[in-house]
């Protein structure tokens, strides 16, 4: 079965693509009907598995978005459309950079970085940064996908800027995760656009969701 979307075409198995109408519809669950030995059944398992993966990411990025919106997002809405508890809500949201109790404190906010193969600060002048805590990552800059080979760069970041005050728009859901100082930094829209070049997300890096 094709379906398309504006001028994009994909063909999808029949299993796949009826589930698919089903759930867009609300109607009840579609049993398999093409896929009947262990092979072609196990292939639609992980087909679906993959595509679950995927929308399971843009599902938490745009919560995540949802939330960092202003400081008095409604997280009650939130977590009955997202179908999760109060808790299972704060620990995804938490996942991505965004406090799981707003009136403890704020994010960790990276405002400015420096490739430390060259010294340049970017975003920054050095008085701007000279107080502010920082950490370093290997990363990927694709301003030069050529020559990616997984740089160190240094972030410097404002720690706990309360949420309403981050202005982190579209940027909300990308963090930056030192795992062995246990850092979860958000990025400013600046920086997002600076580090990827690209302003659409991509949850597959490894440093970055």
Do not use: W
């Not at 370093?136 to 970041?157: C, H, I, K, M, W």
């Not at 309403?164 to 990025?187: P, S």
């Amino acid at each position: 079965m094709r379906i398309s979307i504006g001028d994009e075409h994909v063909d999808v198995p029949d299993d796949l693509a009826r589930a698919l109408l089903a759930g867009l519809r609300g109607e009840r669950l579609v049993e398999p009907t093409q896929a009947a030995d262990f092979d072609d059944l196990v292939v639609l398992v992980a087909r679906i598995s993959r595509l679950t993966q995927h929308l399971t990411v843009v599902k938490e990025l745009a919560m995540s978005r949802a939330d960092a919106a202003g400081a008095y997002s409604n997280r009650r809405a939130l977590a009955e459309a997202a179908a999760m508890s109060a808790s299972q809500l704060g620990r995804v949201l938490e996942g991505h950079g965004l406090p799981r109790d707003r009136r403890t404190g704020g994010v960790d906010l990276v405002v400015a970085f420096r490739t430390t193969d060259d010294g340049v600060l970017h975003l920054a002048d050095e008085k701007d940064v000279e107080h502010l805590p920082s950490f370093t990552l290997s990363f990927g800059l694709e301003t030069d996908p050529a020559q990616d080979t997984g740089r160190e760069v240094t972030f410097y970041y404002r720690p706990q800027v309360p949420i309403a005050q981050a202005g982190l728009g579209r940027a909300a859901g990308y963090t930056l995760r030192d795992t062995d100082r246990n850092i979860v930094g958000c990025v400013t829209e600046q920086v997002f656009d600076a580090l990827l070049g690209d302003p659409r997300l991509d949850p597959t890096r490894p440093n970055g969701r």
